[in-house]
């Protein structure tokens, strides 16, 4: 993963994944999943999140009064979520006055360093966790070997009984083959569909990718974790990068995000969404 493509990011991440409407609804079919997981256990979990980007996930586990170590390769954007906790004046408190019990960490790992055997905190290492999470693609920056390898080692951190929650770009989106092949883009309409890594850029960086599919992610960790749920995100409402075409159209994205909400369960469907999430479990 590279360093470069990510810290330039760090400054409209929040427009497209957080305050646009299409990310915006993205992010909500992911909590609807996410926070029904964290309620379970019924107390304040230790949560690991890979890839935090801008901590927006971050702030909103902790807010539920969970403890939350958030992971980033990139310093530009765990700046931007240092600054969004003392913003909000949470830095020292650890949101003990919103949610008792949850408070956020914040640590520079690449989760290829982590996958090769990097250790966390000697407490972390000893304590496990009983969440890991990572949303919106920032896991397809690494490729199946190194997936693998991932997997294992989360094997080692994950407490018995607790998840891996993952929500990765798929090898098809409907909505951006058939937006790019109505404009006779065929290239970009299956970029997805080629194996191995595909060259694209953020900005003007550029940036390698991998798509992962639910069978092979299913395989990678397969070890040590059962799946319990597979689901499309992203499957009517569009991806962020068609916005424009959207930003004054509220009404329609609560409809697709109301559609996407019924076709939640359906797993066959996940492989042709702009995200899938796959949820997998600890075993003993």
Avoid at 61 to 81: C, E, I, K, N, P
Avoid at 105 to 126: K, T, Y
Avoid at 263 to 278: E, K, M, V, Y
Wanted: charged content about 25%.
């Amino acid at each position: 993963m590279t360093i470069a493509a990510f810290d330039p990011a760090a400054a409209d991440y929040d427009l497209d994944f957080t305050r646009s409407l299409t990310g915006a609804a993205q992010r909500r079919l992911v909590r609807a999943h996410l926070d029904r997981r964290l309620a379970e256990p019924g107390r304040s979990l230790r949560v690991l999140e890979l890839t935090c980007g801008t901590g927006e996930d971050a702030l909103h586990m902790a807010g539920l009064g969970h403890q939350v170590l958030a992971t980033d390769l990139s310093g530009a954007m765990l700046a931007r979520t240092e600054a969004k906790l003392a913003e909000a004046k949470l830095a020292e408190a650890k949101l003990a006055g919103t949610a008792p019990g949850g408070g956020v960490r914040m640590r520079r790992l690449a989760v290829e360093a982590l996958a090769a055997g990097e250790p966390l905190d000697a407490e972390d290492e000893a304590a496990g966790f009983d969440l890991v999470f990572s949303d919106f693609g920032g896991l397809n920056c690494i490729g199946p070997d190194v997936m693998a390898a991932l997997a294992r080692r989360l094997a080692g951190l994950v407490r018995p009984g607790g998840r891996v929650i993952l929500v990765v770009m798929p090898h098809l989106c409907l909505w951006e083959a058939g937006w790019n092949l109505a404009r006779l883009r065929p290239r970009a309409a299956f970029r997805r569909l080629r194996r191995g890594p595909v060259a694209t850029r953020i900005g003007d960086q550029p940036l390698t990718i991998w798509y992962h599919g639910a069978a092979a992610l299913r395989r990678a960790f397969a070890g040590g974790f059962v799946c319990d749920a597979v689901h499309p995100i992203g499957l009517a409402v569009p991806p962020s990068a068609l916005e424009p075409a959207f930003a004054r159209r509220p009404r329609l994205i609560s409809g697709l995000e109301a559609v996407d909400r019924l076709l939640a369960r359906c797993t066959w469907l996940a492989g042709c969404a702009d995200h899938l999430l796959i949820d997998v479990r600890r075993v003993a």
